[in-house]
C-alpha cells in the first residue's frame, strides 16, 4: 500500500514538477514592426536578418510577392508581409529588413519595417488570440504576448500562407 501511495506522489510530482515548467518556458523571439505594430517570431524559424537589396520582379506572382532575391547563391521569393496582412503600403526606409525564415521546409524573405530585438519571454506571458482576430483569416497569430506596457503579435509562420500560396511561392524557386 505504502509504495502505491509513494508511487503516485512521485507520479503528481513529476507532473506537477512537468506543468510547472511549461509555465516557466522562455520563449526566444525575434520581434520586428510593421506601422506602430510590433510582432514576433519564433527565433528558431528565423535564419538571418537582411537590410533590404535589389528585388527581381518575378511575372504573375501574387501581389504580395515583390519578387526574388540572389541570396548567396539560392534563389529566395519575397513577400511583403504589409502587402499580405493587406495594410497600407509603405516605402523602404534605411530601417526596412528582411527577415530571412523557413516556412514548411522552403526558405522565404519576408520584408518587414524594421526588426526591433530578440527577445526572451517567460511563455506565461503569451495569451491566446482575443476572440476578435481569432477567427479563420488569422489562424496565423499563435498568441498575444504581454512584456511592461507592450503588447507583441506572436505570429506563426508555418500558417501565413495558404496550401495555394505555398504552391505559387514554391513554384518561383524551382
Keep these: 500500500m505504502e ?8 507520479k ?8 510547472g515548467s511549461k509555465i516557466d518556458e522562455i520563449v526566444q523571439l525575434v520581434t520586428f514592426k510593421l506601422g506602430n505594430e510590433e510582432f ?21 506572382a501574387p501581389d504580395f510577392v515583390e519578387g ?5 547563391g539560392r534563389v529566395i521569393p519575397i513577400v511583403d508581409i504589409r ?13 526596412t529588413r ?8 522552403k526558405t522565404i524573405g519576408l520584408i518587414v519595417d524594421s526588426v526591433s530585438e530578440v527577445l526572451r519571454i517567460n511563455s506565461s506571458t503569451i ?5 476578435l482576430i481569432a477567427g479563420l483569416d488569422s489562424d496565423y497569430i499563435k498568441g498575444v504576448g504581454k512584456l511592461d506596457e507592450r ?18 511561392i514554391e513554384g518561383m524557386i524551382k
Design 151 to 168: 503588447l507583441i503579435i506572436l505570429l506563426d509562420i508555418d500558417k501565413i500562407f495558404t496550401t495555394g500560396e505555398h504552391k505559387l
Design 40 to 60: 514576433a517570431l519564433d527565433i528558431l524559424k528565423v535564419q538571418e536578418i537582411n537590410r533590404i537589396v535589389e528585388i527581381t520582379k518575378v511575372p504573375k
Design 83 to 95: 502587402k499580405k496582412f493587406h495594410l497600407n503600403i509603405r516605402e523602404a526606409t534605411k530601417e
Design 3 to 10: 509504495n502505491n501511495k509513494e508511487t503516485e506522489n512521485k
Design 98 to 105: 528582411i527577415i530571412v525564415v523557413n516556412i514548411m521546409n
Design 127 to 131: 495569451q491566446p488570440p482575443p476572440p
Design 12 to 19: 503528481s510530482g513529476a507532473a506537477g514538477a512537468e506543468a
Design 68 to 72: 526574388v532575391i540572389n541570396l548567396r
